[in-house]
């Protein structure tokens, strides 16, 4: 579950708060980070990959109607230091249109980046268990584990948000006096009755998180296995074609060429 | 998501909202943006849309492209209000709000080019994202015309089919790939061309001056009036909500009026 698609307004105010101030440490910890490598040699780079997430973000799978966000590929490329910028990058560019939400940008951040870390983390693992020959087989179950792990700290989110009756009226909960309407003629000049009273105020009711945890664990396998198919191609295409970009040289070369399996 | 269409209503438009100063427009929208969060109640959120919308179309921003826009939101927020909304009105809330919420920015990126959205940012924001920011930006052009050739490319030769979702997210996959390579090429070619034109670790981009100061002033003296509006209306709770409807109603009628004076030929 990559950027949290939850309106502004929803989460309560200290939440949103220590998401900002959590995601501005992460990334200022991060050009830290980034400042002892050749960090003018970096930017364009962290500038390609943020905007090739982008592009995939607004590209649709056609049947479907899902898109890929490439999370894991881009941790895979940056690490886990970079990938963090580039999540904040991308949040805000998204943000500003209007894909997710301006307050959510800190927690988006740090979905976003954990997915990118995770990611990077975990394919590092499974490759190295796997080997190079089965690149496809370690991004994918990278990125279904990263997306289950990402989608639980999701549903904990909204669980922290709305979970409690203490927390209900932060949620933004329409209180139901609202819905009384009152004619400003109605002492003189016209007045209009079809406009009249509702339902006693009742106290702020909480977010469902039993029903969201229901829907996003429903939907959410079927965006996980794509996610999963395309990034499991997109890594072996690219480690086919440029292996330095996916390898670095932690994982160690194959003992036999590909395609000597046969010849004992 | 179309980066082009944005671009050029920002550089092309010549309203007076594209002329004011781009620190007075994001100000304006964190005020309007504080008033949408700030209130629980559904008439005065959605006085906020319609004023948002009014601001659009009084602009003459392309406005097919931005209530498209925010639809997008709109829709992520009722497949959130049936996940988890407590009750239907709850979800109108929160539908309306992630509307108002988008519009706002929309309006905002419509009205005013990327860097000097950034630019602000980027001078509180470390060097290296200030940095990025601008080379996301654009990056973004150059790829996603790179990726729209590969799709036709693919199309062409029928790999996008909606018959076959396998072979179309194979294809999909595929022209990615090619994409990731040839945004690391790009990434090379940017930074030699940096270093050739003296780049020494900072980009510096240069905010206009409001051309109408006088608008300027207006224009946050609107959105503190919506934001002071929706605190009161918060604060005073059930004394007012009775009244909350007459502000959808006047700002619909802003609305009205707005279109009537638009559609009037000049």
Redesign the interface.
């Known amino acids: 579950m990559s950027h949290i ?6 989460l309560p105010l200290w939440l949103v708060a220590a998401g900002w101030v959590a995601a501005l440490v992460l ?2 910890v991060a ?2 980070r ?2 002892r490598a050749d ?14 997430v ?6 649709e ?4 109607a899902y898109h ?1 966000n ?1 999370t894991v ?1 881009a941790g895979v ?1 940056l690490g886990p230091w970079l990938g963090a ?2 999540a ?3 949040v ?2 998204l ?9 959510v940008i800190g927690l988006n951040t740090l979905m976003i980046a954990a997915e990118m870390a995770l990611g990077w983390g975990l394919f590092r693992l499974f490759a190295r268990a796997l080997g190079r020959r089965r690149i496809g087989w370690a991004a994918a179950v990278a990125t279904v584990v990263t997306l289950a792990i990402t989608t639980t700290a999701l549903v904990g989110l ?1 669980a922290l948000a ?1 979970g409690g009756a203490a927390t209900g ?1 932060e949620t ?11 004619n ?1 003629f109605s002492g003189g000049i016209v007045s209009v009755n079809t ?1 009249r009273g509702a339902e006693p ?1 009742a106290s702020a ?5 039993t ?2 945890a ?3 664990y429903t939907l959410g396998p079927i965006g996980w296995l ?1 996610e999963a ?2 990034t499991a ?2 890594l ?3 480690a086919r ?2 292996p330095g ?1 996916v390898f670095g040289t932690a994982i160690p070369e194959p003992t036999r060429p590909v395609g000597d399996e046969g010849a004992h | ?1 179309d980066v082009r269409a ?1 671009d050029l209503s920002a550089t092309t438009g010549t309203s007076r909202l594209h002329r004011a100063s781009p620190v007075t427009k994001l100000i304006a929208f964190g005020l309007v ?1 504080a008033a ?8 005065v959120v959605l006085a906020c849309l319609l004023l948002c919308v009014a601001l659009a179309v009084g602009t003459r921003l392309p406005l097919r492209k931005v209530l498209g ?2 639809a ?2 709109g829709l ?2 009722v ?2 209000a ?6 239907p ?2 979800g ?4 309306v ?2 509307m108002a ?3 706002g ?2 309006v ?2 419509f009205s005013t080019p ?1 860097p000097q ?1 950034f630019a602000p ?1 980027q001078r509180v ?5 200030g ?10 052009f ?3 015309e790179k ?1 729209e050739r590969l799709r036709i490319a693919i199309r062409l030769r029928s790999g ?4 076959h ?1 396998v072979r ?3 294809a ?3 022209a ?6 040839y ?2 090429d ?3 070619r ?2 030699d061309v ?2 050739l034109r003296g ?3 900072r980009l510096r981009v240069t905010l206009p001056h409001a051309a109408s100061p006088g608008f300027d002033a207006a224009l946050l003296a609107s959105a503190g009036v919506v934001l002071v509006t929706a605190v009161v209306f918060r604060a005073a ?2 004394a007012l ?6 502000l959808a109603a006047s700002a619909l009628l802003a609305l009205l009026v707005t279109v009537a004076w638009r559609l009037i030929p000049r």
Do not use: C
């Open positions: 698609h939850i309106p502004d307004g929803v990334v200022w050009s830290g980034a400042k960090v003018r040699r970096k930017v364009p780079l962290l500038g390609v990959v943020a905007a090739l982008l592009v995939s973000m607004s590209t799978i056609v049947p479907v890929v490439l590929v490329l910028i580039a904040f990058i991308v805000i560019m943000a500003l249109l209007g894909h997710g939400g301006v307050t909204v709305g009226r933004g909960a329409l209180d139901p006096a609202s819905l009384t309407f009152a400003p406009l105020a009711a909480p977010l469902s998180v029903r969201f229901a829907v996003v794509i198919l395309i191609a997109v072996s295409y690219v074609v440029r970009l | 998501m944005i943006l949408v969060v700030v209130q629980q109640n559904l008439f826009l925010a997008y939101p992520f927020a497949v959130f049936l996940a988890a909304a407590p009750d009105l709850t109108a809330l929160f539908v709000r992630a919420a988008a519009l920015a929309i905002l990126v990327y959205v940012l924001l470390p060097e290296v994202v940095d990025a920011l601008l080379m996301t930006y654009r990056s973004l150059l790829l996603a990726f996008l089919t909606r018959g979702p179309a997210a194979r999909t996959a595929g990615l790939g090619a994409l990731v390579l945004a690391f790009l990434s090379q940017e930074y940096m270093r780049y020494q670790g709770g059930a909500t009775p009244w909350s409807w007459l």
